[in-house]
Structures are given as structure tokens and as C-alpha cells.
């Protein structure tokens, strides 16, 4: 029997797996695994109340109802708006966490938990972006000077791998998986480097390459993963063929356009945080595959973006 | 990168040479912030402002721990309660969002040895550089790129705003090395694990490891040591996702697989899609890789149905 312990759970909207690699079958040395990933699956849940956008009850949410005064917010919040904001200004508003309205508008806005339509208040009025959110350092405040909703989607997710991964520091040798978002903590159940493969962005069952990593986080984001609802029903006939097809109407939307995003239908990114590698994928993505690479390389982190006609473009 | 500084002032303002100065970003379009150490900073901030109520159930284990550590020493340890585990994760999961700039600074230093060994692992690219990545292509496409296109970059980063100390950077060398060392050294990450108390871990966990760690094999059990020792006969697991449940069967004959396949198909959506994705199972001779980046979804409740089917056959 193995003496790993492998526990997954659907959570944020996707299945997220924690895997700790076990030493030792001891029944202590179980429980010891299991309640490390206890308390890593719960700082998901704990992520997700906060940065939802899909839960009018949570921080994100209840921010977006007060326009135009500074809000004292949780540091979980305002750290991931900080850094959101700071993505943005990075990348000149390729990357931006205001675009929450109009993800809803574009059909992204289904609860995976009720599978309920849930729609904010928020009616935009005119182009916002990352100018109209200000965030004050010294008061742990938060302002948004015109109606919008944020969106920390690219954020959110690698954040909470990036608190599992803390958790699970200790036991050094895990593996996070969060429907694709990686980390991966020293080694794997052979003792050699984690292999991770990246998916092929227009065939399920091949993969584009192979990784071999060791404490690091690996992020992939592509043109086939969400799908607007209003181009779902081609799913049902979607062979490998017609991926390419599906493709079109994706999740993530260029900013400076409003719509989605189509000079990469790939991005991984290699980094120490998952967070970092999130937002990075998605702004390589939005940014095209020259752009993306000059920002992923200023930044000094690993990637490889993928164009719909599979040309491919390494960090040197 | 997550100094011990930001560490010790995690509510604090973060560095001043990341942040944009005083307020906001309105207006804002100076020149280009580092990224990463700012991410790095921002991760290590919201762990210890909501360390608090992780620790709470962590001590209750350490007490737990210690009450039981005679009964453990002679070989039996009572049953954990289900309940009280499932208990103390929701007790963090009820005070969730609400954490308070006043929690974290005060307990953080003293607690945190993984956290300052996560700092440094995040701070310092260096301390596993050249170890990192290699690229190994796999599929047809990839024949054209050279093998090495990502990767590590040997020029250490510009991004240590305060580097790390180096007894840290030390620690987190260690941790990432410890699966290749012997058995204190294996044993020393458990050691600061927040869930052990101190004085209990030498006695209880230095036994556990050191068997395997001592043999010089592989610590734990290898999947393709665990893969000879399948059972033959048919075996089912079930992967769900957003779109429904996928059950697939793996059949194990003279301890190899010899089919898979996606059994029942509950997704909203045809399987058809991910079709392919069996006769890959047995190619490989274990759930491909050990993980993939960027599978979502159908594929994702496939991996994990086979995962659970193989499981399943041991």
C-alpha cells in the first residue's frame, strides 16, 4: 500500500488535488499528511471567500457595492489587488483586473457551485481599468472611483496553490494540482524531479512538452480551457478537430479590444510562486507571443507560448 | 522576494522600493516594478496574516500529539477522530476573510521555520538553479525545438530586493535536498512542521523515516515498484468535474495494464473528445506524467478516474 496521501476536492471552480509524498505508514505519519492537507485545501476555501467573483458575499464583492470611498480591506485582498494592480501597470493594462463586468457580459458569470447565473449590480459606465482602483498601502485601504467589479481570476487561483504550497512546505516533497495550476515541492514518489506536461493546446491527448521541475510553480493558460456559454454546444461534437473551432470565444479577453485574446492559444509559465506564474501566463497571453516572451523574460521567469498556428517561442 | 523582513512586518506597508509610493496606482505610469519579489512579498504577507487561525488547529494537534506520545512509543496510537479533523478545518474556514492587520506579526517569527524556509526557497532562484528545468519533448511537434529551450537561467536574478539570510537560504537547501540525504535530514522538514510540537517529533518521526531513507532506496514507494505489485483483474475509479463524472475501468493482467477505458460517460458533454486519452494510459503504463499543466476539466476527471482505478488495484 502506498504510503502517500492524495486528496482532491472541487474547489474554486475546478478540481484541485494536493498530493503529499509520503514517509513513513505510520499512523501518525498519516495523520500528520492528512492534516497538512486539511489546512492546505482549506486556505482554497478560505482564497475563494475572499476573491470570489461569483459570491456577492464575499470581500471582492461587497468592495465592489462601495464606489469612490476608500474601503479598509483584509490583507489577503489587498495584497492581491496590490499585486494585481502592479501586473497592470507592469504590462500597461495587457493584464487587468477590472474586467469583471465585462467578463459577465461575455456569459462568465455561472456559479460552478449552484450552477446558478450570478450577476453583480455593478453596471459599467464607459471603459474602466486598472487607473480607476487605487490601493493605499499605509491605510490597508482599497478605492474604486468608478462602478466596477474586480476580477482576480488570474490571481486568485495561484494564489491559494501558492498558500497550500506554504502549508505544505514542511513535509517537502508535494504536488498541488489546481485544475492545471502547479506546484510542485521537491520530489516526487521515485525521488526523481516532478514530470510535468504541458497539454497541447489543440489535442487533449498529446502533450507539448515535458517538464522536469523541483519547487517550482507551473501555469498554463490556453484558448481552449473556459469556454464562453454562449459557444458550449460545439462541445458536444468537439473531436480533436474541432478544438480549433471551440477556441474562438475563450476566457481571456484583451483588455485594449474587450474581446478574447487570439495571437497565443498557449502560455506555461515557470516561476516560484504560482501567483506570479498566473498572472504572468495571462498577461503573456493577452501580450502575443513577442511581447509576452520580452515581459516574461524581464521578469526573469521560464515560459513557452504557443500560436494557434503552433509556433512556439521559448524564454531564453 | 519574501524577506524576513516582510516576514516580521506582514501587515505591514510591503518594501517601499516595490510599492508604488503612497497611494495607488492612479495615475501612475512610472517604470516597471519587479513582479516577482513584489508577488513573492504579497504571498508570504497573506500566509502570515492568516497563520493565526491555521495555527489554531496546529496547536490543538501539538496537544493532541503530546497527550498521546507514551501510548505512541509502545505502538499503539488511538484512532484519530474523523470528526475533529474535519472539525478543526472548518473552525479556519468560518473566520475566513475577516483576518485583521493585528494577527500576524506577533506569532509569525517564532513560528515560522517553513515559513522562513519558503521565503528563502521563493527569495532565491539560485539555490536550485542549474537543477531546475530540463525539457524533454515528447510529442511529434516538439522535434523541431531544442530540448533545452527553457531553460534555468544561470545569472542569479536582479530581484532580492534584501537577500535572503543565509542560514535561511541554507534551511531551504536543505529541505530541497532532503529526499537524496539520510534520515535526519529527511526526517528535519517534519520536524518544523507547525503540526508537530517540538519535543514530540525526535522521538516519533526519526523512527518512521529512517528504514527508507537508511536502505539508500527511494524514500517512499516508487508507482513503478507500486505498478508490478497491481492486482490483476478489472478496476474502476471516478474523476468529476464541472461538467460531470467520468468512470474509467483499467484492466491489470500479469501486474500490467492492458486496457482503459472511459466505462461511463456522465459529463454533459459527448467523451468523445477525450477519447484518445485510454490508449495513452496504457502506453505509459501509469496515469501519464505526474502532472499536467493547463488540463482542465473532462481530461483532468480522466486522470483522476484512472488514478482512483489504479489505487484501486494495489
Known sequence: MSDALIHTVVLMGTVVSVHVVGHGTSQRARRERQRGADRALAWFRRVEAVCSRFDASSELRQLSTRIGTP??????????????????????????????????????????????????????????SFRDVEVNAATHTITLHRPLLLDLGAVAKGLAVDMAALELMPFANFAIDAGGDLYLGGRNADDAMWSVGIRHPRDATQLLDTLHVTDRAVCTSGDYERVAPTMAAPMDAAGDADAAKVSRDHHIIDPSTGSAAHHVASATVIALSAMVADALATAAFVLGPIDGIALLERHNVQGVLVTPALERFTTS | MASALSLRGATAPPASGVIPKGA??????????????????AVVAIYAAGFMQTQSAADRFASESAVRRPASSVGGVP??????????????DGATGVERPTTGPVDVPAKGPEL????????????????GIAATPKSPSASTIAANAIAEPSTAPP??????PSAVVGEAASAATAPVASAPVVSAPV???????????????APVSTPAAAAGAPAATPSHAAAAAWRDG????????????????????DGRIMSAVISQCLTRYS????????????????????????????????????VEALKQAK
Open chain 1, 71 to 128: 474601503v479598509v480591506v483584509s490583507p489577503m485582498l489587498f495584497q492581491a489587488v496590490q499585486f494585481a494592480l502592479a501586473v497592470a501597470v507592469d504590462t500597461n493594462g495587457a493584464f487587468d483586473p477590472t474586467i469583471g463586468v465585462r467578463m459577465e457580459s461575455r456569459g462568465f458569470n455561472r456559479d460552478y457551485r449552484t450552477g446558478a447565473d450570478v450577476r453583480s449590480d455593478v453596471s459599467a459606465t464607459g471603459a474602466v
Open chain 2, 24 to 41: 495607488g496606482t492612479r495615475g501612475s505610469s512610472d517604470g516597471r516594478r519587479n513582479l516577482v519579489a513584489l508577488g513573492s512579498a
Open chain 2, 79 to 92: 484512532q484519530e477522530d474523523p470528526h475533529q479533523t474535519a472539525g478543526a478545518s472548518h473552525a479556519v
Open chain 2, 116 to 131: 522562513a524556509a519558503a521565503a528563502a526557497a521563493s527569495a532565491s532562484t539560485n539555490v536550485t538553479a542549474g537543477g
Open chain 2, 159 to 164: 530581484v532580492v530586493a534584501t537577500p535572503a
Open chain 2, 191 to 205: 520536524v518544523s512542521s507547525p503540526v508537530v510540537s517540538a519535543p514530540v517529533a525526535p522521538v516519533t518521526t
Open chain 2, 234 to 253: 478489472f478496476f474502476f475509479g471516478r474523476g468529476t468535474s464541472r461538467h460531470g463524472d467520468i468512470e474509467a475501468m483499467v484492466e491489470i493482467k
Open chain 2, 271 to 306: 467523451c468523445s473528445w477525450i477519447a484518445a486519452l485510454p490508449g495513452q494510459v496504457v502506453a505509459r503504463q501509469n496515469a501519464d506524467v505526474d502532472y499536467v499543466s493547463g488540463a482542465t476539466q473532462s481530461a483532468n476527471a480522466f486522470y483522476y478516474a484512472i
